[in-house]
């Protein structure tokens, strides 16, 4: 590696004049974040235009200047936009990308940054980028609420087992397992608006670490970024060196991101296992699924496979971010430039996972004979035997022990619970009377499961009607 300084010239914005020469090459290949905080230029942008109007009202710049530096911030963007931006490396970051190529073009570009550090701006673009994200976030978890909902009400009258340990437990609808997690993706959808909530306040202003001598009209920059409360209030922050220095705010994203990517990865186990020729309850749409280069019968779950693989690495950047900020004195410190590899690592993996997932599920398909098959077990509804007995007036814990020999009798017996005869059961207990087969009737088992949350006939319906009508 070269240690000889890349150029003596200085950049058009400098480093000021206490450097005779810039960084060296490998230094400036180290340190610069061009290459991923890019995609932070239109926030930047806002943030310019925000901070140039406020610095008009408050006499820093004319009118004239403040049309020309919008003029030239527009002009920029909208080159951006069509891929035809001189991006150079050697400018680092993406503020002194855009302040330099504006300066270059206006001249009055050189007092943009008046009483702006890069501090309080790369806070203010995280900001501004991630309160975009939440709400695209929160719409993508939306959609795939939807599918899950239309999946449940496609499939209403389907039943499956509902299993604990993996093991065969007791029926449920196959709706009531979808909506399962429509109820974790609603409270997932809630901490993205918590996040929103406080990372939807204006740390501009707060210069390197100190606000500055500049009367600055922080408020008028906030609602001019839409930093407002619900009453159109502006929000600004109420310590510089908080402001410059915390990335809570991140953090927060990357735990509801990373509980989403977590609840998204049980549902891919889910559809994996359903997939399986063991469970063969759906069939996912060949266009979901990919082959082998081996075996030629192959069709696997990849889609549903990567979600749950990429949770890892979400998991991982909330680690990341946590790890990075515990050990930082105050103020700000460059090590923060870490965050926005994670933060947008985390974004685009769980918006592709959700979206991914969605698209997955609208195209599959529920095989109701085979589900009918496996709910008619009928040691799914040994429960539902107990609190028959429950009901003739025997303590729980006998019941459950009385159900315990009639399944041991079945089982030694080699014939399913439902063929066990009345006088067979009453030998096992006087308690059961001549109605007890009527127990493994799955119909009018469903139906008597009238609790709030349970997987009952009148309830799911209820649930799926719920939800249909919360997400239109
Ligand atoms: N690229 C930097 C970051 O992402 C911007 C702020 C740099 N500030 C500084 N004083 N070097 O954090």
């Not at 004239?64 to 035809?84: F, H, P, Q, S, T």
């Not at 190529?101 to 550090?117: C, D, I, N, Q, W």
């Not at 020729?277 to 069939?283: D, G, L, P």
């Not at 008619?376 to 003739?392: G, H, N």
């Amino acid at each position: 590696m070269s240690t000889k300084p890349r150029s003596t010239k200085a950049p058009v914005v400098s480093r000021s004049g206490r450097f005779a020469a810039g960084p060296a090459a490998d230094v400036a290949a180290f340190s610069e974040s061009i290459s991923f905080d890019w995609r932070l230029w239109r926030h930047d942008l806002l943030g310019s235009m925000a901070h140039a109007t406020m610095l008009q009202k408050i006499g820093v710049l004319s009118k004239a200047e403040l049309k020309a530096i919008l003029r030239g911030l527009d002009a920029i963007g909208r080159e951006i936009a069509a891929v035809k931006f001189p991006w150079k490396p050697e400018l680092e970051d993406v503020h002194m990308n855009l302040e330099a190529e504006l300066t270059r073009r206006v001249p009055a570009g050189a007092k943009l940054h008046t009483a702006r550090s890069r501090n309080d701006q790369v806070a203010l673009d995280v900001r501004l980028w991630l309160r975009d994200e939440l709400r695209a976030l929160a719409g993508e978890l939306r959609d795939l609420q939807r599918v899950l909902v239309s999946l449940g009400l496609h499939n209403a009258d389907v039943i499956i087992p509902g299993y604990t340990h993996l093991q065969r437990a007791q029926p449920v609808y196959f709706a009531h397992h979808l909506l399962a997690y429509v109820e974790m993706f609603s409270r997932d959808t809630g901490r993205l608006f918590d996040c929103h909530e406080r990372t939807n306040v204006c740390p501009l202003g707060s210069g390197a670490l100190a606000g500055s001598t500049m009367p600055l009209d922080r408020e008028l920059v906030a609602r001019l970024l839409h930093f407002v409360d619900e009453k159109g209030r502006p929000r600004v922050t109420q310590n510089s060196m908080d402001a410059v220095s915390d990335r809570d705010f991140v953090v927060e994203f990357a735990a509801a991101a990373a509980l989403i990517a977590v609840h998204l990865s049980r549902l891919a186990e889910d559809v994996i296992l359903w997939a399986s020729a063991e469970f063969n309850f759906i069939k996912i749409a060949d266009a979901y699924t990919t082959g082998s280069s081996l075996m030629p019968q192959k069709k696997n779950p990849d889609v549903a496979e990567l979600t749950r693989g990429k949770s890892a690495r979400v998991i991982g950047n909330l680690v990341s971010l946590l790890t990075l900020l515990k050990g930082l004195p105050m103020t700000y410190n460059r090590d923060l430039q870490e965050d926005k590899e994670r933060l947008f690592d985390t974004a685009d993996t769980v918006r592709a996972c959700v979206r991914l997932m969605a698209a997955m599920l609208n195209h599959t398909t529920v095989k109701a004979d085979v589900c009918r098959a496996a709910a008619s077990d009928p040691q799914l509804l040994a429960t539902d035997l107990a609190d028959y007995l429950v009901k003739q007036g025997l303590p729980f814990r006998q019941a459950h022990h009385v159900v315990g020999a009639v399944v041991a009798f079945a089982e030694k017996a080699g014939r399913p619970l439902n063929q066990v005869s009345v006088a067979e059961f009453q030998k096992i207990s006087p308690k059961f009377g001549p109605d007890v087969r009527t127990v493994f009737d799955l119909k009018r088992a469903m139906q008597r499961r009238t609790l709030t949350g349970a997987p009952g006939t009148s309830e799911v319906k209820k649930q799926l009607a719920r939800w249909k009508n919360l997400l239109r």
